[in-house]
């Protein structure tokens, strides 16, 4: 799967999961072979091309610069750090970046975002980089990510963004109040783990969006009853970037309809398992 040959695969967070096959868990720390000095990183252009430059320029406007700014980052230092695979760095724009910088077309102006298990940044960092307008905070646990992140945000200027070394569940339970309009995560967890870390992020009728795959409608058919407990509104199944990005982004949109009280039993089992996502 290596390549641009695939392009029309549902495109998506899973095709780098190589380095966290937990299920969307806290993977562990991994030592990553230190790359020596002299050993050259294959050359991959971070700039767009063809049909994906057409969708960037479309999409990032005259923040494209600042786009291909983090490319570079993500299939430079991220790939030599192990956040990324090195196979990605090929297809870095139309698995990752344009998958994820659609769904700024369902986030309102002005909004403050979540982005639950950021990881090298996805979907957070596109979305704070296509989108000025929002105030993003990055959620990761693990160290090696987070200071990834960091450094990101420091390198682009991202001045409305935000990193926090931390879990989801630590959020509320860290007796934090400030709650977002908007609560992303891509590959994260299944659905109804993933309702329950993200719900009692936002504010009551603000929204949980998950960007998922294939197997969306399935994963809401599964898990409407627990999201529902979880004080979830009906879930809505979006397709965003259509006619502009193939396929298009499938995202579960969720609205937080009343607030269900931390550590009730109405949150799911822990479902075993890898989360489900595109591709
Ligand atoms: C498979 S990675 C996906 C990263 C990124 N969202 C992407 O699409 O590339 C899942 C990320 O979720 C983080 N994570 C796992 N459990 C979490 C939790 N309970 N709260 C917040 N983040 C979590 C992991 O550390 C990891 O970075």
Known sequence: MDGMSDRGRSPGPADHRHEDRSGGDVAPERSVAVRPATMPVPPVDAA?????????????????????????????????RGLIGPREAPRIWERHLLNCVVVAEIIPRNARVIDVGSGAGLPGVVLAVARPDLSVVLLEPLAR?????????????????????????????GGRDDRAGIATARALAPLDRLVAWCLPLVVEGGSVLA??????????????????????????????????????????????????RTGAPAGPRRTRGRPRSPA
């Open 145 to 173: 990510r987070a200071a990834f992140l960091t450094e990101v945000v420091a390198a682009l200027g991202l001045d409305q963004t935000t990193v926090v070394r931390g879990r989801a569940e630590e959020w509320v339970q």
């Open 211 to 260: 960007l998922k795959g294939e197997s969306a409608t399935e994963e809401v058919a599964t898990h409407r009853d627990v999201i529902a407990r979880l004080g979830g509104g009906t879930p809505a199944v979006r397709r965003c970037g259509v006619g502009v990005i193939e396929p298009p982004t499938t995202v579960i949109e969720i609205v937080r309809e009343r607030a269900v």
């Open 48 to 80: 767009p091309t063809g049909a994906d430059l057409v969708a960037a320029e479309w999409l990032f406007g005259d923040r494209l610069s600042l786009a291909v700014t983090y490319a570079e980052l993500l299939i430079g230092d991220g790939v030599l």
